[in-house]
């Protein structure tokens, strides 16, 4: 429910490789898909909220994503 919720609202998500969530987050473009490594999801984490040029391209596209669906 929360990927949903997050593509409602273009707000970049970083998720596990899970099911079918690389569906829908593409690496690199509107979010991103990890391994369950906890230092690696708060890398980027970090990176994603530390700089606003990604944030708002993974955020345009992920708006763009949602709009097709």
């Known amino acids: 429910m929360s990927l949903i919720e997050a593509l409602c609202f273009s707000k970049p ?26 230092d690696f999801f708060a890398e980027k984490i970090r990176y994603v909220l530390g700089n606003d040029k990604i944030y708002q391209e993974f955020s345009k596209n992920l708006l763009k994503y949602f709009m097709k669906i």
């Not at 998500?13 to 906890?38: C, D, F, K, P, R």
């Open 13 to 38: 998500v970083i998720a596990s490789n899970v099911g079918g969530i690389s569906e829908i987050i593409l690496n690199n473009q509107n979010g991103y898909t990890l391994n369950n490594e906890e």
